[in-house]
């Protein structure tokens, strides 16, 4: 079974902090995705990635950067949370055009 | 134009009704495509994928019209089980982003 794995299912953070979302898959995925959901608003793309150390904006980029130094892993990092960033991010891998894997979800809130 | 677009429902269907859904896509060059399943608080889950000959999966049925760039998925039987919300997704490359609709709220009604 692809197993996609976010590092933390809840996390509190403080306006203003770094704050790192880690995502790990174990099948080998070449195309890594970072979302976020909100109620009404659906899934929206951050940023993915088809390569290690490549990455492409999604639509909603801003005040977002990622990483992606391993096949394995890729690395959402908000560079200063603020609260409009509360919100469920979700990653996801897949190979070729194959279906999409979801982690967890992590539910980050910003005070 | 959205994307890729659904009603957002909610569908209230009482228990062994039949229901059906549609999602109509804007890039007509987007290659594969997908209905997964999302229950309240949890990740989507891949339900099925959609073929361009259509293709069932017990009491589902995906479809695919290319023409008319949209997808469909019909659910038979319904359990009150099948109660989520159902996403439609396309992906339009190879190492190219995947999008999904806002989703389409079912509720089986006991």
């Known amino acids: 079974d692809v197993k996609v794995t976010q590092s933390s299912r809840y996390l509190v953070k403080r306006t203003g902090e770094k704050v790192f979302l880690e995502c790990v898959q174990d099948?080998?995925?070449?195309?890594m995705f970072w979302y976020r959901q909100d109620p009404g608003l659906g899934l929206r793309l951050i940023y993915f990635?088809?390569?290690?150390?490549?990455?492409e904006k999604g639509d909603i980029p801003e005040g977002y950067s990622v990483s992606r130094e391993k096949k394995e892993r890729f690395s959402l990092i908000l560079e200063s949370a603020s609260t409009n960033q509360t919100s469920m991010y979700l990653c996801?891998?897949?190979?070729?055009?194959?279906?999409?894997?979801f982690g967890q979800g992590t539910r980050l809130t910003v005070v | 134009r959205k994307e890729v677009e659904q009603d957002p429902g909610p569908f209230n269907v009482p228990e062994g009704a039949t229901v059906a859904f549609n999602c109509t896509y804007s890039?007509?060059?987007?290659?594969?495509f997908f209905w997964y399943r999302q229950d309240c608080r949890k990740e989507p889950k891949l339900l099925m994928s959609?073929?361009?000959s259509g293709n069932e999966d017990g009491r589902f049925t995906a479809q695919l019209n290319r023409a008319s760039q949209y997808i469909s998925l019909l659910i038979r039987d319904s359990k009150l089980s099948d109660s989520a919300t159902y996403l439609c997704?396309?992906?339009?490359?190879?190492?190219?982003?995947?999008?999904f609709g806002k989703g389409t709220r079912l509720h089986i009604l006991p």
């Open positions: 990635s088809y390569d290690v150390k490549m990455k």
């Open positions: 099948m080998d995925h070449e195309n």
């Open positions: 996801a891998s897949r190979t070729g055009m194959s279906e999409a894997f």
């Open positions: 890039n007509s060059a987007s290659q594969s």
């Open positions: 997704v396309v992906n339009e490359g190879r190492d190219d982003k995947i999008i």
């Open positions: 959609v073929y361009s």
